[in-house]
């Protein structure tokens, strides 16, 4: 396949993310899926499909969607969805997400903070 090829293949699964593709455009994502991807020609054909199932899954569950970007940077595409089995199990998977969430949004404040501190300190030594 060409590299316009692969190019065409990446924009279809970019489209189909959002219905309408990303505003940073297919040219700049897809030297960006390039760049953070050593195997991107294995991982091109399982992009479309991968996003399809998540479509699926957001039917039933609406969890946050990401930005493709992110999706694309954290290998998304190899996620799987736990099969619904019962209340509780699903009670589960949600009660796992949100402290994985929260987690992350803590991570997050510990390095605002932490970059606020570095500049502070850099600030007060320039004096």
Known sequence: MSDNGHILVF???RVLFRGYG????NSTEFAYFKKTHRDWKKVLPLLEPAI???IKQRAKDK???KNFKTWIYNRCWEEEYPSSKSPEQDAEVLRVTEL??????????????????YRRNS???KE
């Open 11 to 13: 924009d279809q699964a």
């Open 123 to 125: 600030l007060q030594s």
């Open 22 to 25: 990303t505003v940073r455009g």
């Open 100 to 117: 994985t969430k929260v987690a992350a949004e803590d991570r997050a404040k510990e390095r605002r903070l932490a970059a606020r501190k």
């Open 52 to 54: 399809r199932d998540q």
């Open 63 to 65: 969890r946050y969607w």
